[in-house]
């Protein structure tokens, strides 16, 4: 299984090309926020709120606003779980 079981009953909606895309944003918005912390601490502790978000997203391979959206990018296998 992958991802994290913090949220056992949610269904996964996050995967392949997406999760990936996350953890890259992610890593970003960290450079960001670690160039701008000396100067602008708001910016830096916004990048970081939305680094952690979008890290959390990818691990546990949920997403609140796909899941109200009905996005799911996860490729499932014939039992319906998610394999990415």
């Given at each position: 299984m992958s991802g994290?079981?913090?949220l056992p009953h949610a269904r996964k909606n996050v995967g392949g090309?997406?999760?990936l895309a996350r953890i890259l944003l992610g890593v970003?918005?960290?450079v960001v926020g670690t160039a701008a912390f000396p100067s602008d601490v708001t910016l830096a502790?916004?990048?970081f709120v939305?680094?952690?978000?979008?890290?959390?997203?990818a691990a546990t391979q949920?997403?609140?606003i796909n899941a109200v959206l009905g996005v799911?990018?996860?490729s499932r296998d014939a039992d319906g779980e998610c394999q990415n």
């Open positions: 994290l079981d913090i090309y997406d999760r970003a918005l960290v502790a916004l990048a939305g680094a952690a978000g979008l890290f959390f997203n949920f997403c609140g799911d990018t996860c």
